[in-house]
């Protein structure tokens, strides 16, 4: 395992005493950690805490002479190979989301090129706060930070939903690439995007799909420690860290990859690409020119992906996607069983501000003899709630056949 740099900014949550814990556990694995503390953060914890745990220097303040007279914030910018913020106040989120450079640790976040890591750590109501999903919803559209969590449970307040921190285990975990994830050692193959069906050499038909469900789930999948390959249509999104990314632009592109990839091994196939349903029965070789008043394209079936890999001997824990208008949840558990799939990710594309081309999706998930909804959240956000359910019911075979789990409590 690489050791790292790891600065850690600690903020003014209730869950700070926690990250004590964290510098323990990164110390142990070999990383040089630094610690920067918030205002907010000094009122729940001590530097010398830190400092002891660490064996470094902890930086409160920005305008603290001394250490600014070498520019201490850009030295310690230029020094992470990795900065966590554990626990991400829902007041530092803002912060960040915005571009502030109002303390030290907004001002090593606005100077550093290091990846940021954000545990966000909150009250549920304050999670759930349209203002603060916002904030969330800037982040993940930002490809230096990544959202690690939150968790969902009980709370210090006594309420209970999201917005609890990672555990210390889990977050030293991500920073040493997946660790004891709750999908290492699995291979996950996911398609995302839409396909491209050419017409003749300039047009083709095509779909909205933006892909950003199927990279969210890549990205989780792989946070979650499993090694991922994406197959993916035409989209504009970077390739996610540590996933291989397979660009395919037709359906049957799609059907040939994701045979390939489930081939060289697959423990869960996850289908959220848009495939198209039709393509033109034939491809013009020329541009086809404007004459006649109407024009009829003949369209023929596109191969399913998703079925065909379900259909295997050898299938993997197959999950689908049902983008719905009507009658949600009957189109989609009919589409689970017709393709024999272990589970269906089933959303209302008809409700404004979700699903489709994005940033927010609200979902119901089934599989045999159990549902459960999760949403509206950032796609980052939800997919690491999916991904957790995932690996949660393909724990237990392809029909969920088995004892009683957390899960199976949400049954209807
Ligand atoms: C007892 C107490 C507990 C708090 N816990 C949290 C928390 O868990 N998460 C959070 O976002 N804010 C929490 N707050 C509010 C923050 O401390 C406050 O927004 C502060 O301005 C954050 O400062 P910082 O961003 O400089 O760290 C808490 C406040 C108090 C008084």
Redesign the pocket.
Same mark, same amino acid.
């Given at each position: 395992m690489a050791q790292k740099r790891i600065l850690l900014g600690? =903020? +003014? +949550? %209730?869950? &700070?005493y926690k990250s004590a814990e964290l510098v323990r556990l990164l110390k142990k694995s070999g990383h040089a950690v630094r610690v920067v503390l =918030?205002? +907010? *953060?000094e *009122? !729940?914890v001590t530097p010398l805490t830190f400092q002891a745990l660490s064996g470094e220097p902890v930086r409160t303040s920005l305008l603290d002479p001394e250490a600014e007279s070498g520019m201490g914030h850009i030295e310690l910018a230029k020094w992470a190979d990795q900065v966590v913020i554990a #626990? &991400?106040? *829902?007041? !530092? %989120?803002a912060?960040l989301a915005n571009g502030l450079a109002d303390?030290l640790?907004t001002t090593l976040c606005c100077a550093t090129e290091a990846p940021i890591a954000v545990a #966000? *750590? @909150?009250?549920q109501a @304050?999670w759930r706060n349209t203002r603060t999903q916002r904030n969330v919803r800037l982040l993940a559209e930002d490809p230096q930070v990544t959202l690690w969590g939150p968790d969902q449970g009980e709370? &210090?307040?006594g309420d209970t939903g999201p +917005?609890r @921190?990672l555990e210390p285990q889990v977050l030293a975990d991500l920073v040493n690439g997946g660790g004891d994830g709750v999908l290492t050692g699995k291979r996950v193959v996911i398609t995302a995007g839409p396909t491209r069906e050419p017409i003749d050499p300039v047009r083709y038909i095509t779909n909205h799909s933006s892909g950003k469900m199927g990279y969210a789930l890549a990205a989780a999948a792989r946070a979650a420690g499993a090694r991922v390959v994406l197959i993916s249509g035409p989209v504009s999104l970077a390739a996610p860290a540590g996933v291989e990314v397979r660009p395919v632009t037709t359906a049957e592109d799609m059907l040939a990859a994701a045979g390939r990839a489930v081939d060289e091994g697959c423990d869960i196939f996850i289908a959220a690409a848009a495939v198209a349903d039709y393509r033109p029965g034939a491809v013009a070789e020329q541009k086809i020119k404007k004459s006649a008043d109407d024009m009829t394209l003949a369209l023929v079936r596109n191969p399913d992906t998703l079925a065909t890999v379900a259909a295997r001997e050898d299938a993997p824990y197959c999950v689908g996607f049902a983008a719905e208008t009507t009658e949600v949840a009957r189109y989609a558990t009919d589409k689970m069983v017709r393709k024999k799939l272990a589970m269906i990710i089933a959303n209302d594309v008809s409700q404004p501000g979700i699903g489709f081309n994005s940033d927010n999706n609200a979902v119901t998930v089934f599989w045999p003899g159990g549902q459960r909804s999760l949403g509206p959240a950032a796609k980052q956000v939800l997919a690491a709630d999916l991904v957790q359910l995932i690996a949660e019911r393909s724990s237990q075979g392809r029909d969920g056949a088995a004892p009683a789990t957390q899960s199976n409590k949400d049954q209807p």
């Open positions: 600690v =903020t +003014g +949550g %209730i869950a &700070a =918030t205002r +907010g *953060a *009122a !729940f #626990p &991400a106040s *829902a007041d !530092f %989120i912060r303390d640790l #966000p *750590a @909150m009250n @304050m709370q &210090a307040c +917005g @921190m």
